[in-house]
Structure formats: structure tokens, C-alpha cells
């Protein structure tokens, strides 16, 4: 009985598909957050507004 808990604790095989599937998780929950869900939310607007904000100030200083 040990011995078939010890070779599973220590078996290997399957483990990589596991790793590869909290990747994907940890990328679509990463995506997620950039993009949104919609339109009109997520980080995505975030930066918009930002960036809207930087053009607004630089356009009146060049012209």
C-alpha cells in the first residue's frame, strides 16, 4: 500500500498537461482583464482614456 502511494506522489506523467491548462486559464483570465468583456470596460479603456488624455495635451503644444 505505501509503495503504490509513493510511485503515485512521485509519477510525473500528466503533469505537463496540467501546467499547460493553468497557462491557458492564467491567459484567458490576463485577456480578460485587457479587453473587457464589452466595449465599453476593461483595461483596454482604461488606456484609451489615457492616451486620449496625452493626445489632447500634445496636439495644442505642436500646432
Known amino acids: 500500500m505505501l509503495g503504490s502511494i509513493t510511485r503515485f506522489l ?4 500528466g503533469a505537463t498537461a496540467i501546467e499547460y491548462g ?10 480578460v482583464a485587457v479587453f473587457g468583456t464589452g466595449a ?3 483595461l483596454g479603456l482604461i488606456l484609451k482614456g489615457i492616451f486620449d488624455a496625452i493626445g489632447k495635451k500634445v496636439t495644442p503644444a505642436t500646432a
Open 10 to 13: 512521485r509519477d510525473e506523467e
Open 22 to 31: 493553468i497557462i491557458a486559464g492564467l491567459m484567458a483570465t490576463i485577456l
Open 40 to 42: 465599453s470596460d476593461g
